[in-house]
């Protein structure tokens, strides 16, 4: 059974750094993406990046690109996203999101994941 843990959020001041941990496990097989999605206040849930296992790619949402980043450790069971220069829009739950068959073209679709972490809430105060 695949579960997802996270960790790593807080309340932080604008310009601060934070990075989220997301450890999966009972992941089998080579393929699939992890992905993080985060919920403003009052908001949609809306991507912010992701890691494809076949072939190592990331990807970053435009609005973040520059100042967030993802990556894996060696086994690749857990995902990071480290949140630079942080701002206030940046307020909302983080979450994590696993799935095995994901394709290329659904990674941004929330929908399109099977399993998700707890979340974690990420404060910026101005």
């Known amino acids: 059974q695949v579960q997802l843990v996270e960790s790593g959020g807080g309340l932080v001041q604008a310009g601060a750094s934070l990075r989220l941990s997301c450890t999966v496990s009972g992941r089998t097989g080579s393929g699939g993406a992890m992905a993080w999605f985060r919920q403003p206040p009052g908001k949609e849930r809306e991507f912010v990046a992701a890691?494809?296992?076949?072939?190592?790619?990331?990807f970053v949402e435009d609005s973040v690109k520059g100042r967030f980043s993802i990556s894996t450790d060696n086994t690749k069971n857990t995902v990071y996203l480290q949140m630079n220069n942080l701002k206030s829009d940046d307020t909302a739950i983080y979450y994590c999101a696993f799935d095995q068959r994901i394709i290329l073209s659904s990674l941004r679709f929330s929908r399109e994941y099977d399993h998700w972490g707890q979340g974690t809430q990420v404060t910026v105060s101005s």
């Open positions: 890691y494809r296992y076949m072939g190592g790619r990331t």
